[in-house]
């Protein structure tokens, strides 16, 4: 491994000052999100704005273009210093595209968009979002024309949250799940009609995390290096290598919420904490490859573990010791087959495992929508709930529990929605790999024996950080590229006639 050169050391630096800046904002977000009273949002958006465009100018700066160039002709520099190199030098190239009045104007958008949408949400109003969400929207067709894009002015967005992955992939992908998978979700609704009604009984707030915290930390997050706290809508966020933390939501009167948020947000700070980010400050190689892959870790534990027989053969009798009045007379398979029922819901974030992609693929038909101009902002309720009747059967009777219920378009965040999707197909196909590679896997997860199954995670994903890309990183862990067979029969035989 060669020594870092001097222009490596300067190179190393100034991004360490972007990632400082990043990380400023990241914590001022959190807190935005957590903490902060409601009059402070004005300024905060200020705040925000001026942190995103001093990063942006820094990245974009002439001196540090040279540096980058001049770095690329190097030598005498060690295989993971050229992959940072290159690899910067090509987000270097994508983010010229962007001019700092456009960095600060979405900035300040956003950060006024949040509070309305909070607003909206909480009032069931769409119409005080809506201007919000019109800026947002025009800026993000901008924004398409000025990144460029071959076929679609959608695949221009999606880069940011998985590279190389473009309409014609998700359409691809989303045809065979409409031909076969949808299907076979509408018969286990049929199906699967499990008593549930324990789920929704009286459980103290205080206890639910009791149970949540013990499961988390099993599964190997750090509370020395991150701490969990409530947010509208839970999330992960990350503020050095070793402060990551997670935000919870919880209803006293139903269960499972709080619960698989935990699991699914400490998913997200497993692998943020498994990424080499202190040796590869603000690097691509400190970096998760894609958002994708970043929801295959958080899915892979809420849904291929944390909703298993295995794992509530023997979990589930210290739950019902926490909550005996609720849980002493309801036998482990009633209460597995309550976990995973499956029904049509309002909700994303509370859907099952099967309908969740139902989920995912509405609001990927309607920002697609929205980016290419099929469809205006002021059509959008209707729109939404219009395709929640055809493909869940169901029809949101306010805008709270329809086109409200997500925060991410008040961050301005469109081509995000597919990688839920791509998290789980990819989730699938690391579980079988797992299964393959480590000696009794189910028991060892009926033991809490999660140990063998981070380490192979961190092994196989979060230790090379953007050296590959999504494709190359699944081929390298699982032997093959994406198939979405994996999913199918991991479907299939769980929710399958013998199965939950």
Not at 129 to 143: Q, Y
Not at 260 to 269: C, I, K, L, Q, T
Not at 401 to 412: A, F, I, K, P, R
Request: proline share 4%; aromatic share 14%; hydrophobic share 35%.
């Amino acid at each position: 491994m060669s020594a870092e050169s001097s222009n490596y050391g300067r190179f190393k630096k100034h991004i360490s000052k972007i990632t400082d800046l990043g990380f400023a904002g990241a914590v001022l977000g959190w807190d935005q999100q957590v903490y902060m009273p409601k009059n402070g949002a004005a300024h905060r958006g200020q705040q925000l704005a001026t942190l995103g465009t001093m990063a942006h100018e820094l990245y974009v700066s002439p001196s540090f273009e040279k540096l980058v160039r001049e770095l690329g002709d190097e030598v005498n520099l060690g295989d993971a210093e050229r992959t940072n190199v290159a690899l910067v030098k090509k987000d270097l190239e994508r983010k010229k595209k962007y001019s700092p009045e456009f960095v600060e104007k979405m900035a300040l958008t956003t950060s006024a968009a949040f509070g309305a949408w909070h607003e909206a949400k909480s009032k069931r109003d769409f119409s005080i979002f809506k201007p919000h969400l019109e800026t947002i929207v025009a800026m993000k067709r901008e924004e398409a024309e000025f990144l460029g894009y071959e076929e679609h002015a959608y695949d221009a967005l999606v880069y940011d949250y998985e590279p190389g992955l473009t309409v014609k992939e998700i359409d691809r992908i989303f045809g065979a799940l409409k031909e076969n998978f949808f299907p076979f979700v509408k018969s286990a609704i049929a199906n699967s009609k499990p008593d549930a009604s324990f789920l929704s009984k009286e459980y103290p707030r205080a206890k639910q995390w009791e149970f949540s915290k013990r499961v988390i930390e099993r599964m190997g997050y750090d509370f020395d290096s991150g701490r969990a706290d409530d947010a509208p809508h839970p999330f992960c966020t990350t503020f050095a290598p070793k402060d990551v933390r997670i935000t919870i939501r919880g209803n006293e009167r139903e269960w499972a919420m709080m619960f698989f948020a935990a699991v699914h947000e400490a998913g997200h700070a497993l692998y943020e904490l498994g990424i080499p980010q202190a040796e590869h400050y603000g690097l691509p190689l400190g970096s998760a490859v894609s958002l994708a892959f970043h929801e295959s870790q958080s899915r892979f534990w809420e849904n291929t573990i944390a909703r298993s027989l295995p794992f509530w053969k023997g979990r589930y009798s210290e739950l019902q010791a926490i909550f005996p009045e609720n849980l002493k007379e309801v036998p482990l398979e009633t209460f597995y087959r309550g976990v995973n029922r499956v029904e049509p819901s309002f909700i994303r974030v509370e859907a099952d495992e099967l309908t969740y992609h139902a989920h995912i693929y509405i609001r990927y038909l309607t920002e697609k929508a929205l980016i290419s101009g099929e469809l205006e902002v002021k059509d959008l309720p209707a729109f939404w709930n219009d395709l929640y009747e055809e493909y869940l059967g169901i029809r949101p009777s306010h805008d709270g529990e329809g086109c409200l219920q997500d925060v991410h378009w008040s961050y301005g965040s469109f081509g995000y929605f597919p990688t839920y999707s791509f998290g789980s197909f990819y989730a699938a196909q690391l579980h079988s790999a797992m299964k393959r590679e480590i000696a009794d896997f189910d028991g060892k997860v009926e033991r809490a024996e999660f140990a063998p199954i981070l380490d192979w995670l961190r092994t196989k994903v979060h230790t090379h950080g953007r050296r590959f890309t999504s494709d190359e990183l699944l081929k390298r862990a699982t032997g093959e590229g994406l198939n979405v067979g994996h999913f199918m029969e991991y479907a299939r035989g769980k929710y399958g006639s013998e199965g939950a």
